[in-house]
T-cell receptor, first 116, second 107 residues
Framework: GAGVSQSPRYKVAKRGQDVALRCDPI?????LFWYQQALGQGPEFLTY????????KSGLPSDRFFAERPEGSVSTLKIQRTQQEDSAVYLC??????????????FGEGSRLTVL | GQNIDQPTEMTATEGAIVQINCTYQ??????LFWYQQHAGEAPTFLSY????GLEEKGRFSSFLSRSKGYSYLLLKELQMKDSASYLC????????FGTGTRLQVFP
């Protein structure tokens, strides 16, 4: 597609429910990033893929968070047993080549998760 | 550790000039990005500085001093549509963002 596409745009979950957020990056983009953005804050790094390889997952806040990109294109961020503090916008971004210094990140519009 | 500081909020008048500062201390540095983010929307790319100095792009300019760990974004001839959050982000093979500066432009 023309840009990074994320779905769902809005998700309301009950505490304890599992959620899955999808990211469809720009076709051909090698690198894919997930960020978490709380209200009024900057995006916080969660994890990074280069093709299908998850090279860095140091930002995932707990083992309830899991991300995958099995075929090196679409990625899914899964949150198990959601908690209220998981409420945030989850941003996906893709980059044409490996290494951010080779170009700009293109962000999706995000998935806004609200945990009740 | 990683530390990126920028002011939380700024206000300015339409037609004026505003400078948004960013200081950083990070382990690793490839370059520095500035992004604009309107409320409820995705961040959009403004600039990327690798070398020291000023990069000018229309009404927006960005400056970098690697030795001082300092950057600024300069916005000239402010327009109402420039009201947004401005995010400073350091490229350390992954982007580390500051908390963002919320700019409000008044008529």
């Amino acid at each position: 597609g023309a840009g990074v596409s994320q779905s769902p745009r809005y998700k309301v979950a009950k505490r304890g429910q599992d959620v899955a957020l999808r990211c469809d990056p720009i076709s051909g983009h090698v690198s894919l990033f997930w960020y978490q953005q709380a209200l009024g804050q900057g995006p916080e790094f969660l994890t990074y893929f280069q093709n299908e390889a998850q090279l860095d997952k140091s930002g995932l806040p707990s083992d309830r968070f899991f991300a995958e990109r099995p075929e090196g294109s679409v990625s899914t961020l899964k949150i198990q047993r959601t908690q209220q503090e998981d409420s945030a916008v989850y941003l996906c971004a893709s980059l044409k080549l490996a290494g951010a210094e080779t170009g700009e990140l293109f962000f999706g519009e995000g998935s806004r998760l609200t945990v009740l | 550790g990683q530390n990126i500081d920028q002011p939380t909020e700024m206000t300015a008048t339409e037609g004026a000039i505003v400078q948004i500062n960013c200081t950083y201390q990070t382990s690793g540095f490839n370059g520095l990005f500035w992004y604009q983010q309107h409320a409820g929307e995705a961040p959009t790319f403004l600039s990327y500085n690798v070398l020291d100095g000023l990069e000018e792009k229309g009404r927006f300019s960005s400056f970098l001093s690697r030795s001082k760990g300092y950057s600024y974004l300069l916005l000239k001839e402010l327009q109402m549509k420039d009201s947004a959050s401005y995010l400073c982000a350091v490229d350390t093979d992954k982007l580390i963002f500051g908390t963002g500066t919320r700019l409000q432009v008044f008529p």
